[in-house]
Nanobody, 115 residues
Framework: QVQLVESGGGLVQAGGSLRLSCAAS????????MGWYRQAPGKPRELVAA???????TYADSVKGRFTISRDSANNTVNLLMNSLNSEDTADYYC?????????WGQGTQVTVSS
């Protein structure tokens, strides 16, 4: 059974940093594409960053140069390092993968950036 559990969210001042972690079970993050999405109140869920099985990364324009997605094979986690946070980054952040012909989502972790 595939399970994704996010952690690391919280309240941070503008300009600060947070590191989100997505712990996976039932799959190996080393052999599957993974992504981080976010959803702000009243807005649709959007892709923030993704990493392919081969290690290629993709970022939303709004976070390029500030966020970094990485994979920790030893701990079977996918991490999102977020620097230079601003109020526009306030949202619930979700980990995602697609396998066995369906998407899987974690429960989300809340990030609030105070100005």
């Amino acid at each position: 059974q595939v399970q994704l559990v996010e952690s690391g969210g919280g309240l941070v001042q503008a300009g600060g940093s947070l590191r989100l972690s997505c712990a996976a079970s039932g799959i190996s993050v080393s052999f599957i594409s993974m992504g981080w999405y976010r959803q702000a109140p009243g807005k649709p869920r959007e892709l923030v960053a993704a990493i392919t099985r081969g290690g290629s990364t993709t970022y939303a324009d709004s976070v390029k140069g500030r966020f970094t997605i990485s994979r920790d094979s030893a701990n079977n986690t996918v991490n999102l390092l977020m620097n230079s946070l601003n109020s526009e980054d306030t949202a619930d952040y979700y980990c995602n993968t697609n396998t066995l012909h369906r998407p899987y989502w974690g429960q989300g972790t809340q990030v609030t950036v105070s100005s």
